[in-house]
């Protein structure tokens, strides 16, 4: 059974940082990422990280600010993010791609994440 877990949402203020984790169980993993679905808009595409090589890839939004990083052996995937503003405000969700998936096909609960002075 896929089991994802994320944690270290909040409510910070303008230029904080806060840092998302993600641990996963029961599933070979190929890439890990978080989208996120800011209020009244579609899911969005934030990061995601390679299982196996650590080539990592993050929308034009929160390049520069956002960093991901993954460690192996203890299944964990984390999402630094840095000088956030209120338009990073979102339900952020972890999303697996199996190994031999062509998309992303296990998703996590979400975890809200608020930017707010």
């Known amino acids: 059974q896929v089991q994802i877990a994320e944690s270290g949402g909040g409510l910070v203020r303008p230029g904080d940082s806060l840092e998302l984790s993600c641990v996963v169980s029961g599933v070979s993993i190929y890439n890990i990422g978080w989208f996120r679905r800011p209020p009244g808009q579609d899911r969005e595409f934030v990061c995601d990280?390679?299982?196996?090589?650590?080539?990592?890839y993050c929308s034009d939004s929160v390049k520069g600010r956002f960093d991901i990083s993954r460690d192996a052996a203890k299944s964990t995937m984390r999402l630094e993010m840095n000088a956030l503003n209120p338009e990073d405000t979102a339900v952020y969700y972890c999303?697996?791609?199996?190994?031999?998936?062509?998309?992303?096909?296990?998703w996590g609960q979400g975890i809200q994440v608020t930017v707010s002075s």
């Open positions: 999303a697996v791609q199996e190994l031999g998936a062509t998309r992303y096909n296990h």
């Open positions: 990280i390679t299982w196996n090589y650590g080539r990592t």
